[in-house]
Protein backbone atom coordinates (compact mmCIF):
# COMPACT_ATOMS: atom_id res chain seq x y z
CA UNK A 1 0.00 0.00 0.00
CA UNK A 2 1.30 3.16 -0.67
CA UNK A 3 1.20 6.41 1.24
CA UNK A 4 -1.37 8.11 -0.62
CA UNK A 5 -3.78 4.92 0.32
CA UNK A 6 -3.53 3.20 -3.43
CA UNK A 7 -2.44 -0.41 -3.74
CA UNK A 8 0.96 -0.60 -6.21
CA UNK A 9 3.24 -3.47 -7.53
CA UNK A 10 2.18 -7.11 -6.99
CA UNK A 11 -0.17 -7.95 -10.00
CA UNK A 12 -1.23 -11.09 -8.24
CA UNK A 13 -3.31 -13.37 -10.74
CA UNK A 14 -5.83 -15.38 -10.52
CA UNK A 15 -4.91 -18.84 -10.59
CA UNK A 16 -1.81 -18.53 -10.95
CA UNK A 17 0.93 -20.94 -9.03
CA UNK A 18 1.03 -24.59 -8.72
CA UNK A 19 -2.27 -26.16 -9.28
CA UNK A 20 -3.33 -28.35 -5.93
CA UNK A 21 -2.83 -32.41 -6.55
CA UNK A 22 -6.21 -34.56 -7.07
CA UNK A 23 -7.64 -36.73 -4.42
CA UNK A 24 -6.87 -39.14 -6.70
CA UNK A 25 -3.18 -38.20 -6.84
CA UNK A 26 -2.88 -38.15 -3.13
CA UNK A 27 -4.34 -41.73 -2.47
CA UNK A 28 -2.68 -42.96 -5.09
CA UNK A 29 1.16 -41.72 -3.38
CA UNK A 30 0.21 -42.80 -0.01
CA UNK A 31 -0.79 -38.97 1.17
CA UNK A 32 2.68 -38.24 1.38
CA UNK A 33 2.43 -34.90 3.20
CA UNK A 34 0.31 -37.06 6.42
CA UNK A 35 -2.17 -34.10 6.38
CA UNK A 36 -5.94 -35.19 6.76
CA UNK A 37 -7.21 -35.95 2.94
CA UNK A 38 -10.17 -32.90 2.70
CA UNK A 39 -12.69 -33.86 0.80
CA UNK A 40 -15.82 -30.55 0.13
CA UNK A 41 -18.52 -31.73 2.81
CA UNK A 42 -21.78 -30.16 0.04
CA UNK A 43 -25.04 -30.63 1.39
CA UNK A 44 -26.66 -33.09 -0.67
CA UNK A 45 -29.13 -31.06 -2.54
CA UNK A 46 -32.28 -32.20 -4.39
CA UNK A 47 -32.61 -36.06 -4.33
CA UNK A 48 -33.85 -37.29 -7.94
CA UNK A 49 -36.47 -40.10 -7.94
CA UNK A 50 -37.09 -41.76 -11.38
CA UNK A 51 -34.55 -39.91 -13.50
CA UNK A 52 -31.63 -40.68 -15.20
CA UNK A 53 -30.96 -37.43 -16.50
CA UNK A 54 -32.23 -33.84 -14.86
CA UNK A 55 -34.38 -32.19 -17.33
CA UNK A 56 -32.53 -29.25 -19.18
CA UNK A 57 -33.86 -26.01 -19.64
CA UNK A 58 -36.39 -25.06 -22.64
CA UNK A 59 -33.49 -22.52 -24.27
CA UNK A 60 -31.38 -25.76 -25.18
CA UNK A 61 -34.61 -27.03 -27.03
CA UNK A 62 -35.09 -24.13 -28.87
CA UNK A 63 -35.30 -24.29 -33.16
CA UNK A 64 -32.21 -22.70 -34.26
CA UNK A 65 -32.05 -20.74 -37.66
CA UNK A 66 -28.10 -22.08 -37.48
CA UNK A 67 -26.18 -23.99 -40.29
CA UNK A 68 -25.25 -27.15 -39.35
CA UNK A 69 -26.05 -29.62 -36.49
CA UNK A 70 -27.17 -28.16 -33.40
CA UNK A 71 -27.23 -31.47 -30.60
CA UNK A 72 -26.87 -29.29 -26.65
CA UNK A 73 -29.09 -31.87 -25.24
CA UNK A 74 -27.02 -34.56 -26.37
CA UNK A 75 -23.71 -33.35 -25.21
CA UNK A 76 -25.63 -32.26 -21.99
CA UNK A 77 -26.54 -36.02 -21.21
CA UNK A 78 -23.21 -37.28 -22.00
CA UNK A 79 -21.25 -34.91 -19.34
CA UNK A 80 -24.45 -35.62 -17.07
CA UNK A 81 -23.95 -39.37 -17.17
CA UNK A 82 -20.60 -39.32 -17.01
CA UNK A 83 -20.82 -36.84 -13.95
CA UNK A 84 -23.09 -39.12 -12.06
CA UNK A 85 -20.44 -42.21 -13.46
CA UNK A 86 -18.10 -40.01 -10.81
CA UNK A 87 -19.94 -39.41 -8.28
CA UNK A 88 -20.18 -35.46 -8.75
CA UNK A 89 -23.13 -34.74 -10.09
CA UNK A 90 -24.70 -33.29 -6.79
CA UNK A 91 -21.34 -30.60 -6.72
CA UNK A 92 -21.66 -29.61 -10.06
CA UNK A 93 -24.46 -26.50 -11.16
CA UNK A 94 -27.06 -28.07 -14.07
CA UNK A 95 -26.21 -24.06 -15.24
CA UNK A 96 -22.30 -25.05 -15.81
CA UNK A 97 -23.55 -28.09 -17.13
CA UNK A 98 -25.85 -26.31 -19.46
CA UNK A 99 -23.04 -23.30 -20.82
CA UNK A 100 -20.93 -26.46 -21.30
CA UNK A 101 -23.27 -28.06 -23.83
CA UNK A 102 -24.34 -24.34 -25.39
CA UNK A 103 -20.71 -23.71 -26.00
CA UNK A 104 -20.08 -27.07 -27.45
CA UNK A 105 -22.98 -27.62 -29.55
CA UNK A 106 -21.86 -23.89 -31.01
CA UNK A 107 -18.33 -24.47 -31.55
CA UNK A 108 -19.30 -27.82 -33.66
CA UNK A 109 -21.63 -25.55 -35.68
CA UNK A 110 -19.13 -23.10 -36.68
CA UNK A 111 -16.70 -26.14 -37.25
CA UNK A 112 -19.16 -27.07 -39.81
CA UNK A 113 -19.38 -23.81 -41.23
CA UNK A 114 -15.84 -23.24 -41.80
CA UNK A 115 -15.40 -26.87 -43.56
CA UNK A 116 -18.60 -25.87 -45.98
CA UNK A 117 -17.31 -21.79 -46.60
CA UNK A 118 -13.90 -22.21 -46.18
CA UNK A 119 -11.27 -19.89 -44.28
CA UNK A 120 -11.94 -16.92 -46.55
CA UNK A 121 -14.90 -15.25 -47.51
CA UNK A 122 -15.84 -12.23 -49.16
CA UNK A 123 -15.65 -8.44 -47.34
CA UNK A 124 -19.13 -6.83 -47.41
CA UNK A 125 -18.44 -3.08 -48.89
CA UNK A 126 -14.76 -3.63 -50.73
CA UNK A 127 -15.68 -7.56 -51.95
CA UNK A 128 -11.75 -8.34 -51.44
CA UNK A 129 -11.03 -11.51 -49.72
CA UNK A 130 -11.00 -11.59 -45.99
CA UNK A 131 -11.09 -13.67 -42.68
CA UNK A 132 -14.19 -15.94 -42.35
CA UNK A 133 -15.99 -14.49 -39.26
CA UNK A 134 -16.57 -18.28 -38.62
CA UNK A 135 -13.12 -18.74 -37.24
CA UNK A 136 -13.13 -16.09 -34.55
CA UNK A 137 -16.27 -16.89 -33.52
CA UNK A 138 -15.02 -21.29 -33.07
CA UNK A 139 -11.92 -19.61 -31.52
CA UNK A 140 -14.20 -17.81 -29.03
CA UNK A 141 -16.35 -21.03 -28.66
CA UNK A 142 -13.29 -22.99 -27.81
CA UNK A 143 -12.44 -20.65 -24.95
CA UNK A 144 -15.39 -20.76 -23.87
CA UNK A 145 -15.72 -24.88 -23.66
CA UNK A 146 -12.22 -24.97 -22.15
CA UNK A 147 -12.81 -22.44 -19.66
CA UNK A 148 -16.10 -24.16 -18.50
CA UNK A 149 -14.68 -27.51 -18.72
CA UNK A 150 -11.71 -26.84 -16.82
CA UNK A 151 -14.44 -25.52 -14.10
CA UNK A 152 -16.23 -29.01 -14.28
CA UNK A 153 -12.97 -31.22 -14.79
CA UNK A 154 -11.22 -29.51 -11.54
CA UNK A 155 -14.41 -30.20 -9.32
CA UNK A 156 -14.35 -33.65 -10.48
CA UNK A 157 -10.24 -34.18 -10.15
CA UNK A 158 -10.75 -32.88 -6.41
CA UNK A 159 -13.44 -35.10 -5.41
CA UNK A 160 -13.69 -38.60 -6.99
CA UNK A 161 -11.56 -41.02 -5.24
CA UNK A 162 -11.72 -43.10 -8.31
CA UNK A 163 -10.35 -42.75 -12.27
CA UNK A 164 -12.22 -40.56 -13.91
CA UNK A 165 -9.98 -40.05 -17.00
CA UNK A 166 -11.75 -43.13 -19.16
CA UNK A 167 -14.96 -41.99 -20.51
CA UNK A 168 -14.05 -38.04 -20.53
CA UNK A 169 -16.79 -36.21 -22.88
CA UNK A 170 -14.06 -33.82 -23.68
CA UNK A 171 -12.68 -36.27 -25.80
CA UNK A 172 -15.88 -37.00 -27.94
CA UNK A 173 -15.79 -33.19 -28.76
CA UNK A 174 -12.43 -33.77 -30.81
CA UNK A 175 -13.55 -37.05 -32.18
CA UNK A 176 -16.70 -35.42 -33.38
CA UNK A 177 -14.82 -32.27 -34.73
CA UNK A 178 -12.30 -34.65 -36.26
CA UNK A 179 -15.42 -36.99 -37.90
CA UNK A 180 -17.30 -33.83 -39.38
CA UNK A 181 -15.81 -33.95 -42.44
CA UNK A 182 -16.43 -37.55 -42.91
CA UNK A 183 -19.67 -37.98 -42.02
Known amino acids: MAKDGTARGSNIKVGAGRRPKGLTEKLSEGNPGGRKLQVLDLPDGVELVGENVPEPSAYLKSKQKAFGSYDPIGIYNKTWTWLRECGCEKLISQQLIEQYAMSVSRLIQCEEAISEYGFLSKHPTTGAACASPFVAMAQNYQKQVNTIWYQIFQVVRENCSK ?19 RN
Open 163 to 181: DFSVGNPQDDLMERLLRNG
